[in-house]
């Protein structure tokens, strides 16, 4: 007997399987004349239904969220009628009948035919285009747009956030009107479920369905009929709403992260419009946590025995309400914007549009999604006021790249509208599973109405009700940081030109409300991330506020306790993160304001060392390296990369404290970082003067110093020298540590190998298609229209992998470091090692952002190395170029200039003391 996938195929290798399908009609070839052969529950796979959209939408009516579900992963390449002794109780026959019955209406067209492939070769918007919100204005920003709005989240008071139980919570509010408007729409938000009441009759109840990962949720509900003149008392039994992540820091963050939140109000207009509420969630309310008694909900039950509530402040009040998806369903909340005030927007058109099915319907003038409205606006007919996702018109739009931001919908009509929106990073992740589902969207007449915020770049819109709606628009809402581009790279290879371009870009998506690993997963601060976009962010943008904001929630408030995201190794990353900001910035203010935190938290660092000065993890706590196998988790490979990571942060560390004039701790540091060092030197290098066999922890023992001169021959011959050799094997590195990697074979001198290997890794994802950098990458792994669900991350494969991670835009200040040679030696760049290298490019030019303007420099390979320097006010520069001999001769602006050999006589160091330009030639 066949066993079934659900016992014995991972969700990777079901994919593959399924993918395998995938790429073949459907079903037996029929021959000419013969029906149309249409689906059914009994011949097709899960997977085969899911990669139709109108047999999808069949899935998901009658089976509302399986698409998402876990048994539709796990068995896309069974059929419905097979895996239904695995959910009997919700695949019935009765059920699959119906479903059957829908299958039915439903031609079996070729898969082929439905899915277009993803876009081969590098995106063709020019570099400088790239990036939508390049030139974003002072009167877009949110602060001038948008005034936050007066509704407050609300719990039972007093009560601790950190318990997570499930029994109901009581609320109560009396009100007053003087008469009853025309319409009046409760809005409720927070509970995963709740009863509602008004006046003493139960007027909704809802129930979450919690398979995405939204945090909050809104539910509406008409409710003029049960207003009456005078006193009115609105009553919510409800419980506890999902799980969100954030700092969980404030108090309101702390309850939003248990899901014990609640926002209400009343408005006298109909659904989706904004207007002055009735009543709303406010410190007026009385609420118990206790078994409330028979009654509770009436009019006339005396609640001066329960407590007022906790107010927890404005539904937009603070940053930490707007990270990890945690507001996401707030979507459907009239006028809430949810984005912080340092924030702008931008309108933007699709691209293009990549498919148009009109289903039941009519759809008119789809250029107007384009931006040309010469035809007149977009519009939809609709042969019945509601018609089912399966048959309703849809469109795919592409906006051409990675974006952040959300759905606009502008109607243009005298009746409402409703639509489904799904977002993806991919076309595959938009048709078959998008990461916060398939949300609707109801649009008032004449109204704007948007959906949630995430990151994507195509999205499937459904036209469900309304008869004829006209759109004034149909567009992204973006939302971005404000930057002005002002570093700068160029070259002679128009890839590397387009890597550094998407690496930027890439950590400008991430700079949101602070700086995310991903705007659209996880969302949210990490220091391992923040390490390497904020390397990209110094050497871009230069930006001051972001930065250092990021980096204060990060390590949260004195005294310090825990590791920062709860892992040793980004402690040590925060570390070398503050290091690497003051090295561009200069920024003592900034070290001062968090000088005793720095202190603490190297000093609770110290608690994870054994008394040999060996990470031993001691604190129990997540020893993460990279998503690599055995590199996550508690293995002898991850302590020793931690060891690595800690002696780096030690002795950044050190420095800082030096640079504050506190030599006592700036000395213990300094103390505890050659413990480090000789701890690893002596119990962690083998026979082969390597750290181990991968490449993680023996790059970082190069970067950090751990690993002496004399043993990067064996490190290389044994180790790296494997980076870049193409073996069809499983995951070996992210791009995150690969940035660590390139690096450390950059300082060993072995910059050919590393730049081959740059072209392999992040230019294997320009040649996929890529407009940002993916969270994860093997240029082995699997490249055709499913190649999102092979990536893999987080334990886990497939859509939920990020397809623009900050962690991942480590290209950028590697060619900035090591093509133009751009690395500070003091804060501010009052010092500077200029080091120029063309490893086989023909020229190179950019510049770098310091306190004191751009530093500039250009390079080129003309009989003779030409590097032309533009050194701003305040900085010295020492410039290493090649040489032909020891003793050659440097020119510089036409004149010798006395020089130092070095690199073994291979090139020659010269001192620049003054502002201005300078041109240095060497043979």
């Given at each position: 007997m066949k066993k079934s996938v659900l016992t014995r195929v991972t969700p990777f290798i079901a994919a593959s399987l399924a993918l395998a399908w995938l790429l073949q009609p459907p079903a037996p070839a029929r021959a000419a004349g013969a029906p149309t052969p249409h689906y059914s529950v009994d011949r097709f796979t899960i997977g085969a239904l899911l990669a139709n959209p109108r047999t999808r939408a069949v899935l998901d009516e009658y089976l509302h969220g399986f698409s998402a579900a876990r048994i539709a992963v796990k068995g896309r390449d069974e059929t419905l009628r097979e895996v239904q002794p695995f959910d009997s109780s919700r695949l019935t026959n009765a059920v699959l009948a119906k479903i059957n019955a829908a299958l039915a209406k439903i031609p079996a067209t070729s898969v082929a035919a439905e899915l277009s492939q993803p876009p081969n070769g590098p995106t063709q918007i020019p570099d400088a285009q790239l990036d939508p919100a390049r030139h974003l204005q002072p009167s877009q920003l949110e602060s001038v747009l948008h005034r936050p709005l007066p509704e407050q989240y609300i719990w039972t008071y007093p009560h601790t956030a950190h318990s997570y139980g499930l029994r109901p919570h009581y609320f109560r509010r009396s009100f007053q009107i003087t008469s009853v408007p025309a319409r009046a729409t409760l809005y409720l938000a927070g509970p995963r479920q709740a009863t509602i009441y008004l006046n003493g009759k139960e007027v909704g109840h809802y129930q979450l369905n919690l398979s995405f990962p939204m945090g909050v949720r809104v539910y509406q509900q008409d409710v003029a009929r049960w207003l009456r003149p005078g006193k009115n008392v609105l009553a919510i039994e409800a419980v506890r709403g999902p799980m969100a992540g954030n700092e969980a820091q404030a108090p309101v963050s702390r309850h939003l992260r248990a899901g014990k939140i609640l926002a209400a109000m009343i408005v006298p207009a109909a659904r989706g419009i904004p207007a002055p509420p009735l009543m709303m969630s406010d410190a007026k309310w009385r609420a118990t946590a206790r078994q409330a008694p028979a009654g509770w909900q009436r009019t006339g039950f005396n609640d001066s025995a329960w407590r007022q509530v906790d107010d927890l402040g404005g539904i937009e009040s603070t940053i930490g309400l707007l990270q990890a998806n945690a507001d996401a369903g707030m979507y459907a909340w009239p006028g809430y914007d949810g984005i912080s005030p340092f924030l702008a927007q931008y309108p933007l058109n699709a691209?293009?549009?990549?498919?148009?099915?009109?289903?039941?319907?009519?759809?008119?003038?789809?250029?107007?999604?384009?931006?040309?409205?010469?035809?007149?606006?977009?519009?939809?007919?609709?042969?019945?006021?509601?018609?089912?996702?399966?048959?309703?018109?849809?469109?795919?739009?592409?906006?051409?790249?990675?974006?952040?931001?959300?759905?606009?919908?502008?109607?243009?009509?005298?009746?409402?509208?409703?639509?489904?929106?799904?977002?993806?990073?991919?076309?595959?992740e938009a048709l078959l599973q998008p990461y916060l589902g398939v949300d609707p969207i109801y649009i008032p007449p004449h109204g704007t109405a948007y959906g949630p915020k995430s990151a994507f770049r195509y999205a499937v819109i459904r036209f469900t009700g309304g008869r004829a709606t006209r759109f004034r628009a149909i567009r992204l809402d973006g939302i971005a940081y404000p930057v002005k581009y002002q570093g700068s790279f160029e070259s002679s290879s128009p890839l590397l030109n387009k890597m550094w371009t998407i690496g930027a870009y890439t950590a400008h998506l991430c700079m949101q409300d602070d700086i995310w690993d991903a705007p659209k997963r996880d969302r949210n601060r990490w220091a391992g991330d923040l390490?390497?976009?904020?390397?990209?962010?110094?050497?871009?943008?230069?930006?001051?506020?972001?930065?250092?904001?990021?980096?204060?929630?990060?390590?949260?408030?004195?005294?310090?306790?825990?590791?920062?995201?709860?892992?040793?190794?980004?402690?040590?990353?925060?570390?070398?993160?503050?290091?690497?900001?003051?090295?561009?910035?200069?920024?003592?203010?900034?070290?001062?304001?968090?000088?005793?935190?720095?202190?603490?938290l190297l000093d609770y660092m110290k608690k994870d060392l054994?008394?040999?000065?060996?990470?031993?993890?001691?604190?129990?706590?997540?020893?993460?390296?990279?998503?690599?196998?055995?590199?996550?988790?508690?293995?002898?490979?991850?302590?020793?990369?931690?060891?690595?990571?800690?002696?780096?942060?030690?002795?950044?560390?050190a420095y800082l404290l030096?640079?504050?004039?506190?030599?006592?701790?700036?000395?213990?540091?300094?103390?505890?970082?050659?413990?480090?060092?000789?701890?690893?030197?002596?119990?962690?290098?083998?026979?082969?003067?390597?750290?181990?066999?991968r490449w993680q922890p023996n790059a970082y023992a190069v970067l950090s110093g751990v690993a002496t001169k004399g043993e990067y021959a064996a490190i290389w011959r044994h180790v790296l020298a494997q980076v870049g050799t193409p073996k069809y094997r499983s995951y070996v590195i992210t791009p995150y540590y690969n940035f660590y990697v390139v690096s450390a074979m950059a300082k060993m001198g072995h910059r050919r190998a590393a730049l081959k290997w740059i072209r392999q890794y992040w230019g294997g994802m320009v040649q996929e298609g890529a407009t940002s950098f993916w969270e994860a990458y093997n240029p082995t792994w699997f490249k055709g229209f499913m190649y999102q669900a092979s990536l893999q991350a987080d334990g886990v494969s497939g859509f939920f992998v990020s397809l623009a991670h900050g962690w991942s835009s480590g290209v950028t200040p590697w060619l900035m470091r090591q093509v133009l040679g751009i690395r500070p030696t003091a804060g501010g760049f009052?010092?500077?090692?200029?080091?120029?290298?063309?490893?086989?490019?023909?020229?190179?030019?950019?510049?770098?952002?310091?306190?004191?303007?751009?530093?500039?420099?250009?390079?080129?390979d003309d009989k003779g190395y030409i590097t032309t320097i533009h050194l701003p006010p305040q900085v010295e520069a020492s410039v290493s170029v090649p040489v032909s001999a020891p003793d050659a001769k440097v020119i510089v602006n036409g004149k010798p200039m006395a020089s130092v050999a070095t690199d073994g006589g291979r090139r020659a160091v010269v001192r620049l003391r003054r502002p201005g330009k300078y041109v240095v030639t060497s043979h």
């Open positions: 691209l293009e549009v990549r498919r148009v099915y009109a289903g039941v319907g009519v759809i008119k003038n789809v250029q107007a999604l384009t931006g040309d409205t010469h035809g007149g606006p977009f519009a939809v007919m609709l042969p019945a006021k509601h018609v089912s996702r399966t048959d309703a018109p849809q469109v795919l739009l592409d906006f051409g790249r990675e974006v952040n931001g959300r759905i606009e919908l502008q109607s243009e009509s005298n009746a409402s509208a409703e639509v489904t929106v799904q977002y993806g990073e991919s076309t595959a390490d390497v976009s904020g390397r990209t962010i110094d050497d871009v943008f230069g930006d001051h506020f972001l930065m250092q904001d990021t980096l204060n929630r990060l390590i949260g408030p004195a005294p310090i306790h825990k590791a920062v995201n709860g892992i040793p190794g980004y402690s040590a990353l925060w570390v070398n993160t503050l290091f690497n900001y003051y090295l561009h910035t200069g920024s003592t203010k900034e070290l001062e304001r968090v000088q005793t935190r720095l202190v603490e054994n008394r040999y000065a060996v990470f031993s993890d001691l604190t129990h706590a997540w020893t993460f390296v990279d998503w690599a196998p055995g590199m996550s988790g508690d293995t002898r490979q991850t302590r020793m990369a931690t060891q690595f990571e800690y002696y780096q942060a030690f002795k950044d560390g030096r640079v504050l004039h506190d030599d006592k701790d700036a000395g213990r540091m300094a103390t505890e970082a050659a413990a480090l060092k000789a701890a690893a030197q002596k119990y962690m290098l083998n026979a082969q003067a390597t750290f181990g066999d009052a010092q500077v090692d200029i080091r120029p290298d063309l490893i086989g490019l023909k020229w190179a030019k950019g510049a770098e952002p310091t306190p004191h303007g751009l530093l500039r420099v250009a390079i080129r």
